[in-house]
């Protein structure tokens, strides 16, 4: 079965500090899709990146970067110089592809992230 | 271009109550899924619809049902409410149901079971 862990429940920085949100997943198949969502206080979750299993080029978008690292089961997300505008929860989300899986993303617990000014 | 849009945002509701909540998809979407997003925990998977049929369910009683309509907008439905039904109710819309669809969330209904 499909398992996504966050362990990190919250994160308290300060502004233009980096912060890395860490992600682990377990998965049986080889053929999979990792996401990150962010969720501020309205409530609704935004995508913030999609990557699949087969492609571990690490990306960088803005202050935010991603690193997928097979080895280790992992997916990390870095926003560099943190604004107060970064705080929100955000979600880490496992899903198989059709061949494999249950076609459902399976969500972390989420990381608060609170950034101070 | 609206996203997805919600209704209710907040009820209220007593035990043993029904609630039916709705979603409208985004624009070009035909796959509603729903979610139950407890406080201080990520969103759990209820189930998916799809071309009006219930394709995929999640690990929730039968007192959780749903629908979609030809317009491909869809209703949660909850009977015989408990306490711990409270919590935030998502809808997310995708173009079709692979596992590799980004979602587009509502910002949810807050239910509220006393």
């Known amino acids: 079965a499909q398992k996504v862990t966050q362990a990190q429940t919250e994160i308290s920085v300060v502004e233009k500090e980096d912060v890395t949100l860490d992600c682990v997943y377990e998965?049986?198949?080889?053929?999979?899709?990792l996401f990150w969502y962010k969720q501020p206080p309205s409530g609704e979750l935004v995508f913030l990146i999609r990557?699949?299993?087969?492609?571990?080029q690490n990306e960088i978008s803005g202050r935010y970067s991603w690193n997928f690292q097979k080895s280790t089961s992992s997916f990390n997300f870095t926003i560099t110089a943190s604004q107060v505008v970064d705080s929100a929860v955000y979600f880490c989300?496992?899903?198989?592809?059709?061949?494999?899986?249950?076609?459902?993303?399976?969500f972390g617990r989420g990381t608060s992230l609170i950034v101070h000014p | 271009d609206a996203g997805v849009t919600q209704s209710p945002t907040h009820l209220i509701k007593t035990r043993g109550q029904q609630v039916t909540l709705r979603c409208s998809p985004k624009s070009g979407h035909d796959t509603v899924s729903w979610y139950q997003q407890a406080l201080g925990q990520g969103p759990q998977f209820i189930f998916q619809y799809y071309e009006e049929e219930e394709r995929q369910r999640g690990n929730f009683p039968d007192r959780f049902s749903g629908h979609q309509f030809p317009n491909y907008s869809s209703e949660l439905n909850v009977n015989a409410l408990l306490l711990g039904d409270s919590a935030l109710y998502l809808c997310?819309?995708?173009?079709?149901?692979?596992?590799?669809?980004?979602?587009?969330f509502g910002a949810g209904s807050r239910l509220t079971v006393l």
């Open positions: 990557r699949n299993s087969f492609d571990e």
């Open positions: 989300a496992l899903s198989e592809a059709p061949s494999g899986g249950s076609y459902i993303p399976t």
């Open positions: 997310a819309s995708s173009a079709g149901f692979s596992g590799a669809n980004v979602l587009t």
């Open positions: 998965t049986r198949d080889t053929t999979y899709y």
